[in-house]
């Protein structure tokens, strides 16, 4: 649910982070669910509260984004309203971001692409990869209601496909997930279309075809993997691979 963080540390092993309420569950949902299959925790963190979209109002948005938390189960909710539309690069939001990393303490971090078409895609792309690093200098001091929190660099900054198709440098196998992930999409049922609306779309993920378009990527993944639906993910770094048949692993495949 979306709640006021409090003082001392909750520590998850994933923390996604998405410029407006959607964001995640549209992305990265999948591997979301995968990951708590394999019994780790996950939260979210919400930068704005998406109130100047075309559809849906703040409260709208807002209570959308407690039942997708619900029914994702994750493990903690967060929104920093940090302004839909005035997402701008500054040190007071820097700081709230990196408050956030420090409280989690997470070992993974999922964020909105560098390169979007929504101009508050690039710039939580841009706060959170540079919060990322901050999070970890010892003389970078925050607090959270008055307690000094302790720096904390999570290991891995993947970046999630929104818009734009960007070829993958890595793809989850989200076979098993990605049908309950679409249960978090749906929540946010103010920004889709609606079954028997005559209306004429208003916005590009309220026409009919977005979700099956949504569909299809995801079996366009999948098929780079050889499963039924994949998730697709930047690396901010080099991967450095500490088990080597923990990676390459599974059965193999014929040629052909």
Request: glycine share 8%.
């Amino acid at each position: 649910m979306t709640r006021q963080l409090e003082s001392s540390a909750e520590q998850v092993y994933a923390l996604a982070f998405g410029a407006h309420p959607d964001d995640v569950e549209l992305a990265c949902g999948a591997t979301l669910l995968k990951i708590m299959s394999e019994g780790r925790t996950v939260a979210v963190c919400d930068l704005t509260r998406g109130e100047m979209g075309t559809l849906g109002t703040a409260e709208t948005r807002k209570c959308e984004a407690k039942a997708a938390a619900e029914v994702m189960g994750y493990e903690s909710r967060s929104s920093l309203d940090l302004g839909d539309s005035k997402l701008f690069y500054t040190e007071e939001n820097l700081t709230e971001i990196i408050r956030v990393i420090r409280h989690f303490r997470p070992d993974v971090v999922f964020a909105n692409p560098p390169d979007e078409r929504h101009p508050d895609h690039s710039k939580a792309s841009r706060l959170v990869t540079d919060a990322f690093y901050y999070a970890g200098l010892q003389e970078l001091q925050t607090t959270m209601n008055g307690t000094v929190q302790k720096p904390h660099r999570p290991q891995h900054l993947l970046y999630y496909v929104q818009f734009k198709h960007l070829d993958p440098d890595v793809i989850v196998d989200v076979s098993e997930t990605f049908d309950a992930s679409r249960k978090g999409v749906l929540a946010f049922g103010s920004q889709f279309y609606r079954k028997g609306s005559t209306e004429e779309p208003k916005t590009l993920i309220n026409r009919k075809e977005f979700l099956t378009g949504l569909e299809a990527r995801a079996r366009y993944f999948g098929e780079q993997i050889g499963v039924m639906y994949g998730e697709g993910f930047l690396l901010s770094g080099t991967l450095g691979i500490r088990s080597f048949s923990t990676v390459f692993s599974g059965k193999a495949q014929e040629n052909g």
